[in-house]
């Protein structure tokens, strides 16, 4: 049963107590609680919605990582490397001389003998023959240039001619002969020009008559001096009588002056000739000195050029000689037209090929000598040196390339020159007849590999405070998706390699450990898997 009535101009309908609403147009009326269903569903859909992007962005901001599952697997503790092959005292073939190659007559890896050849060569003269030759003709026309040039005497000239050479004590008594005479000539003309400075000084003639007597004493006896040195260069040296004689004669003169000096207090008043008189002996004593003075130096720079012209000349005449010596040796050391191996053994390299050039000393070939040892080294850390010991053999790890002769010993345990704290430089000698210098070879060494129950990356295993430590994924059902946490699980590692290490923990064997991530995880942190 309903009632209708009106309300502000729209139709109104109650029906069983309920009250329907109307609009004015005729329309059908609206529910209430209808209107409020659609509200609630709205409103949680609009929930779910930001829940599911919260949730969306939340795992973007969350750290990636990549898992492997612990496995059952094998580990091989086996320390691998590899090193380039080189020989004890390799001989390095070389020439003294400047060639070029026509032929290659080795390859690397051929086993020569003695006197077998290695190269051919162009058959020419080498440059360094031709250019010590070259030098040899400039040396000798300078030589010969120096020898004639009108500045040496010929006495210098047929003394380096014949081969002779003057040693440096004759040069030394040469040189003090002209400057001794050289000296005394210099104090003759010394003490003759101070006669006539004070000769000259009309002030003092009168009151210094004494002094100049003194002086002409001084001059007498320097010019004796001087004469006496000039007989020793002057005279016959065989004619000692003469020498004596005359040497005597000028000694007497000193005598006299040192007689006369004495007594020349007592004779103050004897003066026996003018003092015009005097002036002109004076300077007439003072030229004669001079050109005393004149030919002492004359000599003495004659002997000087002399003695410098020889020696040079001496030098020049020597290199002369050391240039043909060299162009003989050169000649000696020419190899025709090939060149031969002077030793036995395996060619480990061949640095050149026909037609390039051949510097002097420059290395052509190396030959591995027979019976000497082969070596090759490559770095370890310390922990894996710590497990090897000197006299340790090694395998090669590709062995099907290689026969049952092959051998390997670990000889030496070092410090890495490169990172002396933290590796091992191990070096092996290697005995092989199918093993060459040059050769790269990868060698392994330890134990083989055994089996263990749980096997995780080495990328997975932590270094804790006091322990290591694997993180393991947790997860969990949502209805937004799965959950995954990062939960701690200590390990002990009880062997390892270069990448896996065998562990034993509170696991069952199946759980995923983490590996690797893009940011840093802790324990009881969500994370998301880098396959979803």
């Not at 080189?86 to 026509?102: F, G, I, M, Q, W």
């Not at 390299?349 to 420059?362: Q, R, T």
Request: charged letters at 30%.
């Amino acid at each position: 049963m309903s009632d209708l009535f009106t309300k502000d101009n729209d139709v109104v309908e109650v029906v069983e107590g309920s009250v329907v609403s109307v609009s004015d147009n005729g329309k059908k009326p609206v529910d209430k609680k209808d209107m409020i269903k659609n509200i609630a569903i709205a409103f949680l859909s609009v929930m779910l919605v930001l829940t599911f992007f919260s949730n969306t962005i939340m795992n973007y901001s969350l750290p990636q990582v990549a898992t492997q599952q612990v496995m059952r697997g094998s580990v091989s503790p086996q320390i691998r490397g590899a090193g380039t092959v080189s020989a004890e005292d390799p001989y390095n073939v070389t020439l003294k001389e400047t060639r070029k190659v026509s032929g290659v007559a080795v390859k690397e890896g051929s086993h020569v003998e003695i006197g077998d050849v290695l190269f051919y060569l162009e058959d020419r003269e080498s440059e360094e023959l031709k250019t010590a030759r070259e030098n040899l003709e400039k040396l000798e026309l300078s030589y010969e240039q120096a020898l004639f040039s009108g500045d040496v005497p010929d006495d210098v000239i047929s003394k380096v001619r014949s081969g002779n050479t003057t040693s440096y004590d004759s040069y030394q008594i040469k040189l003090k002969a002209v400057n001794d005479r050289y000296d005394a000539a210099k104090a003759v003309a010394d003490a003759a020009t101070k006669a006539v400075e004070y000769l000259t000084d009309l002030q003092n003639h009168d009151k210094n008559e004494i002094e100049y007597q003194t002086l002409t004493y001084n001059y007498e006896n320097a010019n004796a001096d001087y004469q006496k040195k000039l007989i020793d260069y002057t005279y016959d040296p065989n004619d000692q009588e003469a020498i004596e004689k005359a040497k005597k004669e000028w000694t007497h003169v000193e005598d006299e002056n040192k007689r006369e000096t004495t007594e020349l207090e007592t004779y103050k008043s004897q003066v026996g000739i003018g003092y015009d008189q005097k002036l002109i002996e004076a300077k007439a004593n003072e030229t004669a000195a001079k050109k005393e003075l004149e030919k002492a130096e004359e000599e003495k720079n004659k002997q000087v050029k002399s003695i410098n012209a020889e020696i040079s000349l001496c030098n020049q005449r020597d290199s002369i000689k050391e240039q043909k010596e060299k162009i003989a040796e050169l000649e000696k050391d020419s190899v025709g037209a090939s060149v031969k191996s002077p030793v036995a053994g395996i060619v480990s390299a061949v640095n050149k090929a026909s037609g390039e050039s051949i510097s002097a000393d420059e290395t052509i070939a190396v030959i591995q000598i027979d019976g000497k040892d082969m070596t090759t080294s490559f770095s370890v850390t310390n922990s894996q040196a710590q497990k090897l010991h000197v006299g340790d053999a090694a395998k090669p790890q590709n062995s099907w390339m290689f026969s049952n002769e092959f051998k390997a010993t670990l000889t030496s345990i070092k410090n890495d020159k490169s990172d002396p704290s933290g590796k091992k430089l191990l070096t092996f000698k290697i005995e092989s007849t199918e093993v060459t210098p040059g050769q790269n070879i990868a060698l392994s060494i330890g134990e083989r590999a055994i089996d263990y129950d749980m096997v995780v990356p080495n990328s997975a295993i932590k270094t804790g405070s006091t322990s290591k430590f694997v993180l393991v994924v947790k997860f969990k059902s949502s209805p937004l998706g799965n959950r995954y946490t990062a939960a701690k699980v200590d390990v002990d590692v009880i062997a390892s390699d270069d990448n896996y290490s065998a562990i034993t923990a509170a696991l069952d064997g199946d759980e995923y450990v983490i590996t690797t991530s893009n940011k840093p995880v802790k324990a009881g942190e969500q994370v998301r898997l880098a396959n979803e």
